[in-house]
């Protein structure tokens, strides 16, 4: 009982108590080359333009959204994972067609060959 009765004391003694003014916290600014040099240290990649993009990139550094992407991923089923799948596996094809055809060079054709190959 004499516990309680100390608690509302205390609590009526901070009600009636005048409270101190706070203090306006200091702003802190920084240069811009510490800013750049700060952007570059926590995104790797180097300011743009547009300053939504840098705050995406920082906002895509500073999160944890790669550990959400992959527990959704792993949540998902697999019909819902598959138009992924498969725009994986055309990229996939096409990376390699572009490898096969990095070495070949496509004759040039004279007017008449090409008219031959438009009437078949």
């Given at each position: ?7 509302l004391?205390?609590v ?8 101190k003014?706070?203090?306006?916290q200091?702003?802190v ?17 180097e ?10 990139t920082?906002?895509r ?10 527990r ?14 498969t ?10 067609q572009a490898?096969q ?14 008219a ?5």
């Amino acid at each position: 009982m004499a516990w309680i009765l100390k608690k509302l004391y205390s609590v009526i003694q901070n009600l009636l108590r005048p409270k101190k003014p706070q203090k306006p916290q200091k702003r802190v600014t920084f240069s811009e080359s510490t800013l750049m040099r700060e952007f570059r240290r926590r995104t790797g990649q180097e300011p743009t333009i547009d300053p939504f993009l840098n705050f995406l990139t920082d906002l895509r550094a500073s999160t944890n959204l790669p550990q959400i992407a992959m527990r959704r991923w792993r949540k998902m089923s697999d019909a819902e994972k598959a138009p992924y799948k498969t725009l994986a596996k055309r990229a996939q094809l096409k990376r390699l067609q572009a490898k096969q055809n990095k070495g070949r060079k496509e004759k040039k054709k004279c007017c008449c060959c090409r008219a031959k190959s438009l009437k078949e």
